[in-house]
Antibody, heavy 122, light 114 residues
Framework: QVQLVESGGGVVQRGGSLRLSCEAS????????LHWVRQAPGKGLEWVAF????????YYADSVKGRFTISRDNSKNTLYLQMNSLRGEDTAVYYC???????????????WGQGTLVIVSS | DIVMTQSPDSLAVSLGERATINCKSS????????????LAWYQQRLGQPPKLLIY???TRESGVPDRFSGSGSGTDFTLTISSLQAEDVAVYYC??????????FGQGTRLEIK
């Protein structure tokens, strides 16, 4: 079955860096776009970043542009999120999510990981 | 950016009764060339990741019970649960994927049992 497993969360000081990973299984990884979505404690869902199936298209929310970098390694079936210059407002559970539709930029998300918690402390 | 606004923020419905959640987008998410609305609904139970329920505004995801239905077009959409079950207690989000970037979600609607 399709599975996404995030890792790499933890406590980091303000201004610090963290790298999240999302290991995928159960589908042809290189055929699908992938996203990072975050959820601050007790809050709603915020889309963070997207990478296309081949890694060529990368889009970011304005709130993270210039600080976060999304990437993927199709040989390892793994998605990454490099987070630099972290701020208190970046504290959240970070989910990776898979596009329902392959080879497109416009798709809902049909599979989500369980999430990894990032806490930015002062 | 397309702003998604859900109503109400919270809702309490009796078991077996109908629950209705509304979602309004700040601009149309209907793509004229294929006549599809780029609108999805998700359910998030407490402590769980979101789960896709409906996409293209009215297409039910595989395995989703048929008591869940979606309707609407353009800027106004509705998620209906025809007969509320205890396991439907959750927060529900609408999402537009017409514009990427950014993809945007509604603020969520909390559904409880009355």
């Amino acid at each position: 079955q399709v599975q996404l497993v995030e890792s790499g969360g933890g406590v980091v000081q303000r201004g610090g860096s963290l790298r999240l990973s999302c290991e995928a299984s159960g589908f042809t990884f290189s055929n699908y776009g992938l996203h990072w979505v975050r959820q601050a404690p007790g809050k709603g869902l915020e889309w963070v970043a997207f990478v296309g199936y081949d890694g060529n298209n990368r889009y970011y929310a304005d709130s993270v542009k210039g600080r976060f970098t999304i990437s993927r390694d199709n040989s390892k079936n793994t998605l990454y999120l490099q987070m630099n210059s972290l701020r208190g407002e970046d504290t959240a559970v970070y989910y990776c999510a898979k596009d329902l539709l392959g080879s497109t930029t416009w798709s809902p998300f049909d599979c989500w990981g369980q999430g990894t918690l990032v806490i930015v402390s002062s | 950016d397309i702003v998604m606004t859900q109503s109400p923020d919270s809702l309490a419905v009796s078991l077996g009764e109908r629950a209705t959640i509304n979602c309004k987008s700040s601009q149309s998410v209907l793509y004229s060339s294929n006549n599809k609305n780029y609108l999805a609904w998700y359910q998030q139970r407490l402590g769980q990741p979101p789960k896709l329920l409906i996409y293209w505004a009215s297409t039910r995801e595989s395995g989703v019970p048929d008591r869940f239905s979606g309707s609407g077009s353009g800027t106004d959409f509705t998620l209906t649960i025809s007969s509320l079950q205890a396991e439907d207690v959750a927060v529900y989000y609408c999402q537009q994927y017409y514009s990427n970037p950014p993809i945007t979600f509604g603020q969520g609607t909390r559904l409880e049992i009355k």
